[in-house]
């Protein structure tokens, strides 16, 4: 046979293939759907049911609301045709809008700021006079299940923090925990000291006439003269002035970005102020990144257009944003669901007082366990450790097997395994040794065991080694 030799060709005539990836479905495109609530067709309600559904499960919602939602308890918005710009103007003869009394430039010249507290009294007169509306209370309600992640409120009524789920705090913190509510402009409900910036109640009748009134607080500072007497000012925020929440509102938004809000709803506001455009359009578009995210807009108008909110929106309401609230149908936040108030309460009640009484009063509790044996009248007395054991036949034949119960189900039982005896000791057996041709044959064969090996020991050199170094090794 000739020796031959194989050679092995490999090819590498390309890269190698590319590493499997899981293929995610592409995701559908956003788009935007408009409802009117007065004349909806089965594609609306379809939509509509998207809304509903989301202000009753999803579990971060924000909302940034405006002063449309506080019209129908009697409080006119800013922008409508029979709002306070509008109506300010007739009222109070100016040459402007109405929306000159909101700027800080009011303060300059006596004939505005005596127009400016007119117009605060009245409006605090308006807000303690209100209610909250339907859309206030399924925010509270919301807010009490813990779904309402924030917010933001351009409204001065102070309608909304009037209730305790969405209350707020005045001034706003710069760092965390945040309330529920963020007010965006202020509130009637104080009033500050443009010295010391000391807050208090607001108190509407000191607000009469061109002088502001002053606060009698001094300041003084290291023994120094004092800064003089402050003047009181509703704490609210008016155009082209600093709002004194600016920093803290900003890392509000920035907190409440990076948790990623699962549902944003605007509502009553046309968006008009810069910063709550910056908001919303940050929130919106945060959110539909989000597969299950959703953004509505609620209005009677319709949503604001410009490039900045062209891709915000996935529904679009037109209407009131109470007939939402009635159709969410969410329970009131103030009335739990815990059955009628008859069955429970104890107070009015002479007999369940006089029985809780009874109960508070008890020092033992008497317990009547039931005999565990009845004897007959003939039978005779039983001793008291019998009567404290029961009889189970089942443990008295563990007891003659002698196995041990155990708390939980037990094997059967069954009879013990017989002892094993040791065997008597036999003498070994010697093979037969045979000689001749034949071959020995033998019962058992005893296997010799293998010689130890032990290892050499070293010997002192002879005396007749002629080296002197010579060592043997045996």
């Not at 402007?96 to 009245?122: P, Q």
């Not at 002035?241 to 509000?252: L, M, T």
């Not at 108030?341 to 029985?355: A, D, L």
Request: glycine content about 6%.
């Amino acid at each position: 046979m000739s020796d031959s030799s194989a050679e092995i060709h490999v090819q590498t005539d390309g890269a190698p293939p590319p590493k499997r990836r899981r293929v995610t479905a592409p995701s559908k495109p956003r788009t935007t759907a408009h409802i009117d609530l007065e004349n909806r067709c089965e594609e609306d309600d379809e939509n509509l049911d998207r809304l509903l559904s989301a202000l009753r499960k999803k579990k971060k919602i924000v909302v940034i609301a405006g002063a449309g939602i506080s019209v129908s308890a009697g409080i006119p918005d800013f922008r409508s045709s029979t709002g306070l710009f509008a109506t300010l103007r007739g009222q109070h003869k100016l040459k402007t809008s109405g929306k000159h009394l909101f700027d800080a430039s009011v303060y300059k010249h006596d004939s505005s700021t005596e127009s400016f507290h007119t117009m605060v009294r009245e409006l605090a007169e308006m807000t303690s006079q209100a209610k909250p509306t339907a859309f206030h209370h399924m925010l509270a309600s919301v807010a009490a299940e813990g779904r309402l992640m924030r917010m933001y409120s351009q409204n001065i009524d102070t309608l909304d923090t009037q209730m305790p789920p969405l209350a707020t705090t005045v001034p706003l913190n710069t760092k965390g925990p945040w309330p529920t509510t963020i007010q965006l402009h202020g509130g009637l409900e104080k009033m500050v000291c443009t010295k010391c910036g000391h807050l208090e109640p607001f108190n509407a009748s000191l607000f009469n006439g061109p002088e502001p009134p002053a606060d009698q607080v001094r300041t003084a500072f290291a023994g120094k003269r004092s800064h003089g007497i402050g003047r009181l000012r509703p704490r609210i925020v008016l155009y082209n002035e600093y709002n004194p929440d600016e920093d803290a509102i900003g890392n509000v938004s920035k907190a409440d970005l990076r948790r990623v809000p699962d549902a944003v709803v605007v509502v009553g506001t046309s968006l008009k102020i810069p910063g709550v455009r910056r908001i919303v359009k940050e929130m919106c578009q945060l959110t539909r990144s989000r597969r299950d995210g959703i953004t509505a807009w609620i209005n009677l108008n319709s949503e604001p257009q410009g490039a900045e909110f062209k891709d915000c929106w996935d529904l679009v309401v037109r209407g009131k944003c109470d007939d939402i609230a009635e159709l969410v149908n969410l329970p009131p936040w103030d009335q739990q669901d815990i059955g009628d108030r008859e069955s429970y309460m104890v107070t009015g009640n002479k007999q369940k007082e006089s029985q809780r009484a009874a109960s508070l009063s008890r020092n033992r509790i008497d317990v009547l366990l039931p005999s565990t044996r009845v004897r007959s009248p003939g039978e005779d007395s039983v001793s008291s450790q019998e009567l404290r054991t029961p009889t189970n036949p089942k443990r008295k034949l563990l007891e003659e097997e002698g196995c041990m119960p155990t708390p939980s189900a037990s094997p059967r039982a069954r009879s013990p395994l017989p002892t094993a005896q040791p065997a008597a000791k036999s003498k070994p057996k010697q093979s037969t040794l045979t000689f001749g041709a034949s071959k020995p044959t033998t019962t058992q064969t005893t296997k010799q065991k293998p010689a130890k090996h032990r290892p050499q020991k070293r010997r002192p050199p002879s005396q007749s080694s002629t080296h002197p170094h010579f060592l043997q090794i045996l």
